[in-house]
């Protein structure tokens, strides 16, 4: 009898080309032998590629970890092992109050780069000296990949807030040329229409207040930008703009719940410091009056003139940045700083901002207190300055308190809304002081702190303002 692992090539082509033969009784039964075992071996030799595959892929994990390990261990900090890294986090955080509390008594302790384990595979390397900062602002490009994901998961598919660089860099671009271009030179038409409809809304409740004989109207002021954002007025002009192209939901909503939040956090925090100085209200007013008084309608170009004012949203967005951290990653490459340390790649980079803008030494001992003069260097006598004259940034002369400022970030994955914005707000704070004084409502905790809140840092609590009708 032939043997049928003789007789057939053992291959699968060969069983099947093999002409069926009435010679072979045991053909059919030795044919599901064949296939049975072919089945075995193909299925085996499977399972070994998805070992192989995945142990490779475990190793690779493993390798990049234990780099990780060993290269942030070379990056100052305090010794701690990082599988013990999360209880010693939240025992640090919570005796100091905060991540940022935390932060500033690492810095005093082991100097301007210190790294901090959040978990076995977590290093944050925080950067407080201003150098450094600018470098590594420059050289990391990713941001954190939660970031992308949470994005992802609550906006749905976004060009503009994902982690990698690669894929954010041509719609910052064209968003940035669209912002600062079309929207800024095409129309100040944004700002205004904000600024009419806060007024709007303004005079609306001042009417209903003032049917009885006061003289005044009280508003929440986060409700500033109620109006403005649900009448859909710089949704509209996004819509015209990203509705066309791809991912309009994850892109439009993704600004709003950034812009929206950062800039309503930003008026609202102005409006606390001018009750908090009505000193400073008054001067505002002179300046304000003395250029509507060459001009007929408020634009942007006015209102960069007024240096004062400019002055004030900037010291507004120094002592209240929109988070307590910028936060940068290299997804690929390793970060070689200049002062010799290198941030292996996937480290969490931040700059501590609080830290950093309230910095005694490089902001003087009165770093913690509101003062929009501080943008006046002794050397330049502001008045007759534009501020376009400074490149649109501040007016500092010093070049480490330019790069301590840093309400927008900085370098590659800088805001790219910060002009907008700035002259938004500008304009709109601009018109509410040339048709009111702004008062606190009398009675309530007039000593706001910064607290996070809603993702952003806010002055809370927020406080009562009221309304007055300047007598013209
Ligand atoms: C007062 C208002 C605002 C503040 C304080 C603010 C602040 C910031 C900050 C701190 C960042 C991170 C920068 C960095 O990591 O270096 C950022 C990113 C960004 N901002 Fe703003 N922002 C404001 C308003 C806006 C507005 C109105 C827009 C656009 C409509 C905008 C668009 C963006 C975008 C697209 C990014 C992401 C950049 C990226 O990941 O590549 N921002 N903003």
Not at 206 to 231: H, I, Q
Not at 333 to 361: F, K, R, W
């Amino acid at each position: 009898m032939e043997s049928c692992d003789a007789a057939h090539p053992y291959t699968l082509i060969g069983v099947l080309l093999r002409p069926p033969t009435s010679a072979h009784a045991g053909a059919a039964a030795c044919r599901g032998r064949f296939f049975r075992d072919y089945t075995s071996r193909a299925t085996n030799a499977l399972l070994w590629i998805a070992l192989i595959s995945v142990t490779s892929l475990l190793f690779r994990r493993l390798a990049r970890l234990v780099r990780l390990w060993v290269q942030g261990s070379r990056i100052p900090g305090p010794p701690s092992n990082p599988f013990l890294a999360r209880s010693k986090l939240i025992a640090g955080c919570g005796s100091l109050g905060s991540l940022t509390g935390y932060l500033a008594e690492l810095h005093e302790t082991y100097g301007p780069i210190v790294r901090l384990w959040l978990s076995p595979t977590q290093l944050l390397v925080s950067v407080k000296d201003t150098m450094l900062i600018k470098e590594m602002l420059i050289k990391a490009e990713d941001k954190l990949p939660l970031t992308g994901r949470a994005f992802h998961l609550a906006f749905g598919r976004s060009s503009l807030f994902v982690s990698s660089f690669d894929k954010v860099r041509k719609r910052r671009e064209s968003l940035a040329e669209y912002m600062n271009g079309k929207l800024a030179v095409g129309a100040n038409n944004i700002p205004l229409k904000v600024v009419e409809c806060v007024m709007g809304r303004v005079d609306t409740i001042m009417g209903k207040e003032n049917k009885g004989n006061e003289k005044k109207t009280r508003l929440d002021a986060p409700v500033l930008l109620d109006n403005a954002t649900s009448g859909g007025l710089f949704q509209e002009e996004m819509e015209e703009y990203l509705i066309s192209k791809e991912e309009p939901c994850g892109n439009i909503l993704g600004l709003m719940f950034h812009g929206c939040l950062a800039t309503a956090s930003l008026i609202s925090s102005i409006l606390t410091r001018l009750v908090l100085h009505p000193e400073l209200q008054e001067k505002l007013y002179s300046e304000i009056i003395e250029v509507r008084e060459k001009t007929y309608k408020l634009d942007s170009d006015d209102v960069q003139k007024m240096n004062l004012l400019m002055a004030t949203v900037h010291e507004s967005a120094r002592l209240l940045p929109a988070g307590p951290l910028l936060q940068r990653c290299s997804l690929k490459h390793d970060i070689c700083l200049s002062s010799g340390v290198t941030a292996p790649a996937g480290a969490i980079l931040v700059v501590p901002l609080q830290l950093v803008q309230m910095d005694n030494a490089i902001w003087g001992k009165d770093a913690s207190q509101f003062n929009p003069c501080r943008f006046f260097s002794e050397a330049t006598n502001h008045k007759g300055k534009e501020y376009e004259d400074f490149g649109g940034s501040p007016f500092f002369s010093e070049p480490k308190k330019k790069a301590a400022f840093l309400p927008f970030g900085y370098g590659t994955r800088a805001c790219v809304g910060e002009k907008f914005a700035t002259l938004g707000i500008a304009t709109l704070i601009a018109s509410l002081l040339q048709n009111y004084e702004i008062r606190f409502q009398p009675g309530l905790d007039n000593d706001p702190k910064p607290i996070m809140n809603d993702c952003i840092l806010q002055l809370l609590p927020s406080p009562k303002v009221v309304f007055v009708k300047r007598s013209k």
